[in-house]
């Protein structure tokens, strides 16, 4: 992982960040209006919204991204982080580019007072559960969805 790098989102990164969301929709068999992808775009850049994101940026080239909602919940005073979407391009999968991610999530989480990091995936995303199942623990929970 020489010349690994994360940091927070910037908006010079519009153009790769771009290329690499419309990879981690297609990874989902997801479309979404052009008019949804700028408003996130947007969300994840102002600082007074709930959302932000970190960067994997590998020899220069951005890599991956994680995108974080900060929110109260009711079981804890502190906030908790729902880490919502997680994503690395194809070429730079399998050399630790996802758990350095989630690692900086935790950092960053831990450093808005945040006491709990969660996420969600698809059950078979096998790769990433690996990386998961070494990371985190699962909650037994099942996710439903309206």
Same mark, same amino acid.
């Given at each position: ?26 990874f989902y ?20 919204e709930p ?42 999968? %399998? ?5 350095? @991610?989630?690692?900086?999530?935790? /950092? !960053? *989480?831990? &450093? $808005? %007072? ?5 996420? @969600?995936?698809?059950?078979?995303? /096998? !790769? *990433?559960? &690996? $990386? ?15």
């Amino acid at each position: 992982m020489n010349g690994l790098v994360i940091r927070p989102l910037r908006s010079s990164d519009e153009a790769r960040w771009r290329f690499l969301w419309q990879g981690y929709l297609e990874f989902y068999a997801t479309r979404l209006a052009d008019e949804v992808t700028a408003g996130t775009w947007r969300r994840l850049l102002e600082p007074s919204e709930p959302l932000w994101a970190l960067v994997a940026e590998e020899d220069g080239e951005l890599a991956g991204f994680a995108h974080c909602v900060l929110h109260p919940g009711t079981w804890s005073l502190a906030r908790q982080c729902y880490l919502e979407d997680l994503y690395v391009a194809p070429p730079a999968r %399998g050399r630790g580019v996802g758990g350095a @991610l989630i690692a900086a999530v935790y /950092r !960053a *989480a831990d &450093a $808005l %007072g945040a006491d709990r990091v969660y996420w @969600l995936t698809h059950e078979t995303n /096998r !790769a *990433a559960r &690996a $990386l998961y199942d070494r990371v985190a623990q699962r909650s037994g929970f099942i996710h439903y969805t309206r």
